[in-house]
């Protein structure tokens, strides 16, 4: 979750993260801050029934939360929710204990293990997004171990007017400041072109086959024989000792077990390293092994590998490298491999076997890319309409303050 103030350290190429413009700068200057205890604002809610990802399905109705980073900490659905949103509880949050996550939840929802479910005192979006970015500042990374001990003793430094908590100040600023980042993804969609997200003839005919394949229409090709690992160079460095951000020589991307940010979530020099792009990079030694293609420069660390397509006859291209990677994470990225349950490495990957689409006997690779570019369209097409409606309400608001 995106923290409230500038950080105060440039990046290579002369972007900084999280930076805000001069005007909300200078409201930040000229606030008052009082410091309140997290359980004045929070009610720390009693867990009866702990889910396990084998109680869940994408098919179910209601998200399940875990402490996992990605998606909004939602690992999957369930049907029988234990905590309900309602007019009297519209809003819950949730709290990572190992990640220090928060994700807030507006829908019914359960939990698995290693989280914990507090009932706020407001109920505001906007405010709760200021107040648990503030908490997280709060509580020190201590890696995989619990955070709560530390987290529930927390008192957090919030905007104050006449002694109390000024909910009012907050949500101005979280408007004006949700205002100018979707004001900046609308002219990023337009300089990149993905404005248009009109499907053509010959995408929508890609997804009514897909929805329509059967069992004859696919082939079984085992891993090992379209892929071949990639063998990088040895480095000389820990996880732990790197930065999280790109600064002087550490520009390029890393790849560890991680499944945060693709497991790119540190930089080392480029210098020594063996660079790579346009690949499937893949676990080793993880709680979930789920591939991910990478189309940008990076290296791989510890705990993960990566492999290429093998064929020099078949260039394939990044849609199609995705749509293979879809593939692979059937056999690979499964709920019951974990830390204690491995799956191993590329000497058990390259003996899998995955199911692609054929047509006339071979790998139908015109399907994946049209495939691949209708899904890319559909996806773009909600942020595209998300951008259009939020600049228009978070205008009226703003317009509606002055």
Known sequence: MGGIHPFKKSIKGG??????????????????WGEYRMSKLFKLQKITKILSKEDLSDNF?????????TNNGIIGYTNYPEFICDETHPVFVIFGDHTR??????????????????????????????????????????????????AK????????????????????????????????LEAYLKVCGYDNYELSDEEKQSLHRFKNLGYN?????????????????????????????????????????SFQNQGLNYYVPTEGATVLSNVISIPSNSDVYRAYYQSRNFT????????????????ITPNQYLFMVMCINKVTDLPFYSYKNKLGGWNVVQNKYINL??????????????????IKKMAIKDVVLYSDQKINSTKEIVLKSQ
């Open 101 to 150: 996550s928060f994700n807030i939840a507006t829908k019914s929802f359960s939990v698995l293990d290693n989280v914990k479910v507090l009932l706020p005192t407001v109920n505001n979006i906007r405010c709760l997004l200021w107040i648990v970015t503030a908490w997280k500042k709060q509580i020190p990374n201590l890696g995989y171990a619990r955070h709560w001990k530390i």
């Open 153 to 184: 003793d927390c008192f957090l430094k919030l905007p104050s007017k006449n002694g109390q908590i000024d909910f009012d100040f907050m949500e101005s600023f979280v408007t004006e400041l949700e205002a100018q980042r979707v004001t900046e």
């Open 357 to 374: 689409p054929e047509k006339d006997g071979k790998i139908d690779f015109a399907f994946m890319e049209t495939f691949i570019s209708a």
């Open 217 to 257: 229409d696919w082939g079984l090709y085992k891993v090992g024989n379209l892929f071949d690992r990639i063998e990088t160079k040895r480095l000389p460095y820990k996880a732990k000792e790197l930065p999280k951000y790109p600064i002087d020589d550490y520009v390029l991307p890393c790849l560890t077990s």
């Open 61 to 69: 109705g209601f998200p399940a939360y875990s402490s996992d980073t």
């Open 15 to 32: 972007r900084t993260p999280g930076k805000i413009d001069a005007s909300l700068n200078k409201q930040l200057q000229a606030v008052k």
């Open 300 to 315: 791989v660390l510890s705990d993960a590998y990566a492999i290429k397509w093998k064929s020099e006859d078949d260039e």
